[in-house]
């Protein structure tokens, strides 16, 4: 087993009080699996991903523990977590390709990575330059400025470098949402070949984009303002769906082939709670169209059948 | 409602000016009473510079841009404050709309002084009630926050309500849902088609073929800032021709279909041929010819509302 996760909960601390941004998330990920993390905006992914590499102020531990390939991680600790950095664990951080030092060459930007992890350049430099012809990018982008290459460009050299170091688990954070449909597609594409050629053993894609998922996952976690609402794999996230919120979103997706005029999509009724003081309880209560009194108490997060993860205690209960 | 002539746009770039760049190259189409359009392309097409030029944020270099028949770029002051109260954009990123410093709200007040100083502030409250209301908020919940206390789609709304205060007959809409999650991009594209039977008119910018196919009855496919091809969104999508055309729908992530095994041509930055076909350096069309690279095609018509700029729909 690849990763495995108990009780992760981090808030952000803040004047106005703790944001409550990832709450008791338990979960793993097998060897091989690609993982999509799906849900709305500010329902805590980059708060999962980037916990797991470099948990600082204001973000603040809580409780949870975090063990990858059987060894277990000090999230808690910045300084421990260095050594598995790129190696063991590695992220291509949201807005990522925006974040490049503009005033340095890649090659630069390479060569002081690995120098700050111990390794020497010139005896990685014809990995390096594999790498690059496998994302597609000549070695002359060694030569070049950040601004000197298009967004898809900048995302493929993101990957190669994130991934030198042939971490066990990569963390994908929103890697194509900014890039048009022919940039999506190859970038997705690399990732999963990435993984095919063991260059990394497992990923956790993140992105609000589910179609996107769809083509890459294996499986997909759907999150919820902080709580994990189910996990499954890709086919039955999209195709039978059990959480009543993971079947509202996916309903609300357009898709080519649905028009306005013939099939009116509907979205979601009411906003996403705050998570300053959320509800008690499940937090997608008050937008649930099936909720009952015991939604009052936090749903747990269970294995309905082989590989299928559900809080929920209307669908749970009836499927049990 | 909108016609656009033959319009183009060189930017002059380089240190000195010294390098033009043709962001926009003889783009002709026009736009009817209540109907939406999308204008679809990757990024650097030019969407958002055909987008500013209709508004006026920009000058043309050449080609002229009608609304009713009337020479946009010829307006002057009233008949020009005249055209922004039925002319509007709302663009991609709303928080860069709003000031910080300032509570959301404040762009009805500013439309207020600005437009309708004669109305009494009550009516005035009640008319951006009746527009929040109608893009789908409470205004009790809306009103009096500074904008970081409301969500990106919350923003967005505002800007459309914005829109509809000022009697807006054609919205320029750039890229205004790419921000926003999937439930709410929903909420927003109903509220867009619900305007339109009303008689609004929409320029939809997007790269989201998806949202461009369930919302527009007809679309413009941009490639380095020239139409490729042009017609009806359900004929172009069912039947896309243009080699371009073709590529983008292989790509676009679907729920019902996987991507298929096509290589996706990366070469991003090449040099342009002159004046051949915009898409030839990543053609791979089994029609391509030598004399794709010198000659640029023009626009044919392969069925009815529906037309096509590549040598391989020429005969
Ligand atoms: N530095 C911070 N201080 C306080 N609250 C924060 C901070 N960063 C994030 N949050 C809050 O934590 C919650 C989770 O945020 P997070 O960035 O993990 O969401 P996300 O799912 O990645 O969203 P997106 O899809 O927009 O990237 C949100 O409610 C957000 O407002
Ligand atoms: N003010 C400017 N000066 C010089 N070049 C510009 C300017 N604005 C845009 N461009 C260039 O014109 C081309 C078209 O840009 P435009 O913003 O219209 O594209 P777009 O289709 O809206 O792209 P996106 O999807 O990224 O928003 C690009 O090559 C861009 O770099
Ligand atoms: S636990 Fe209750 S409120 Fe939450 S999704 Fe299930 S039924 Fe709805
Ligand atoms: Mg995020
Ligand atoms: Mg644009």
Redesign the interface.
Known sequence: MSLKIENLTIYYQTIAGNVRALEDASFSLADGEIMGVAG???CGKSTLSNSLIYLHAPMKYIRGRVFLDGEELPIHDTQKMNPFRYKKISVIPQYAMNAMNPTKKIGRMVEDLLKSRGENYKEILPEVKNRLELV?LSPDVLNMYPFEL????KQRMVMVISTLLDPSLLLADEVTSA????????V??MLVGFRDKKIVKSIMLIT?????L??TANTIMVMYAGQLAEKASTETI?KAPRHPYTK???S?????????SEN?????PG?PPLLLNPPTGCRFRDRCPVAFAKCAEVPPFVEIEKGHFLACWKEGKAHA | MLKIEDITKTYKTGTFGGKDLKAVKNVSFDIHDGEIVSLIGESGSGKSTIGKMILRLISTTSGKIYFNDKDVSLLKDSELKEYYRHVQGVFQDPFSTYNPIFKADRIFSVLHEEFFPHIPASEWKGRVDTALKSVGMNPAHVLNKFPHQLSGGQLQRFLIARALLLDTKFLVADEIISMLDASTRIDVLNLLSDLRSKGLSVLFITHDLSLGYYISERAVILYKGSVVEIGETKKIFDNPVHPYTRMLMSCVPRLDKKWQDVEVELTEKKPMTANGCVFYERCHSEYKLDECAHQSPALVEVEPNHSVACVCCKG
């Open positions: 709305e905006s500010g597609k298009s967004g898809g460009m890039l048009d449909v022919s940039s999506q597609k190859a997705a594409e609000h984009d589910i179609s996107i769809y083509q999209i509202l979103l996916i609300s997706l357009p898709t080519v082939g649905v028009r306005i009116r999509l509907a979205g979601i906003n």
